[in-house]
């Protein structure tokens, strides 16, 4: 898999189409698209998947036909992968997880406010975020 840009409207609708096609961009990203790319998915009929010790460059495809998927792996000769059945999607997830592992809790400094995502250059910066702080709404980190 590759890592992308997720991009501001990550598919949100109508959000993405307007800035993927406005500005040429393609800043409105895609649902597609990850800053942490895994060999790893969980799926409506409460089944996991995971290739734990696979870091090649490869592809899922969920699209060609909607009764399996596709999995791509370039220069390797074997894959090993684990799958998991659960009465729930949290059980599959748990079970994802434990072979994974698991993302620590957020700092409680998170939890205090609202991490803004603003964009287009300095001056737009500093404007948003001074009207932001004007209007009261509490912050806890801006992401650039």
Known sequence: ??????GVGRGLQPLTDLLNTEKKSRQGGSPLTTYAPSYSFATSTRRGFVWPDHTEIGSLDFWSNPNWFNVNMWKTNQMTFHVIQGAN???VVSGITRIVGRMRALPRWTQDGAIVGLQGGEYMVEKN?????????????IWL
């Open 1 to 6: 898999m590759v890592s992308s840009e997720g």
């Open 89 to 91: 999607l949290k059980k």
């Open 129 to 141: 975020y001074k009207f932001l702080r004007h209007a009261g709404i509490p912050m806890t980190g």
